[in-house]
């Protein structure tokens, strides 16, 4: 069954994007470098430096289905239909977008109706040994709180956002120890990969 990991940017104070869904200064690390980089739209281009491209590359290579929230996807326009990263996602929603699922009927989306642990279980039935890539957010939040991810991939960008939406969302589950992490470090941001220890 395929481990769960919750990647994004954060800001040193523990948003992953502005109140209004904005990103601000969090990607640029995205378009700093001299390595082309691509996700599955081929138009969807990045300029990564060396020490970033060789830690997402295995990274974004590995991943299977993802699991969103609806936030996310409307944000995105559900990317035209196409998943930024692996093959098929999970969008966690109390309403199916009937007039999208109709325009886009090859787009490899699911909408889950019955909560973030009904959404991770789909998207771990169809992962095999891939990893099931999990939204940061209210959704990481309430999956950490029901001890169900494994791992956590955070892009520290050295800047302070001062609000907007958290990384781990309202999180207050029980405490979580954490392996010492992976570091990676980039050009204006720093990779730290952590597995969450399990519990004795």
């Known amino acids: 069954m395929?481990?769960?990991?919750?990647?994004?940017?954060?800001?040193?104070?523990?948003?992953?994007?502005?109140?209004?869904?904005?990103?601000g200064p969090l990607f640029d690390w995205y378009r700093n470098g001299d390595v082309e980089f691509h996700d599955n739209e081929p138009t969807r281009g990045y300029r990564l430096t060396a020490a970033s491209a060789d830690y997402l590359r295995p990274v974004w290579s590995d991943v299977g289905p993802s699991v969103i929230g609806r936030r996310l996807f409307d944000l995105t326009d559900g990317w035209g239909g196409t998943p930024a990263v692996g093959d098929a996602v999970f969008v966690v929603t109390h309403r199916v977008p009937t007039e999208?699922?109709?325009?886009?009927?090859d787009a490899p989306f699911t909408f889950v109706t019955d909560g973030v642990e009904s959404a991770i279980a789909k998207a771990q039935s169809v992962a095999g040994e891939r990893i099931v890539a999990l939204t940061a957010g209210d959704l990481t939040g309430q999956a950490l709180a029901a001890g169900l991810v494994d791992e956590l991939r955070i892009d520290l960008v050295p800047v302070l956002l001062g609000t907007g939406v958290r990384f781990f969302g309202g999180f207050t589950g029980a405490e979580r120890l954490l392996e010492n992490p992976e570091v990676v470090q980039g050009d204006r941001v720093t990779h730290l990969h952590y597995r969450i220890r399990e519990e004795s």
């Open 2 to 23: 395929g481990k769960v990991v919750a990647q994004a940017s954060m800001s040193l104070d523990g948003f992953i994007a502005y109140p209004s869904g904005g990103v």
């Open 100 to 105: 999208w699922v109709e325009s886009h009927p």
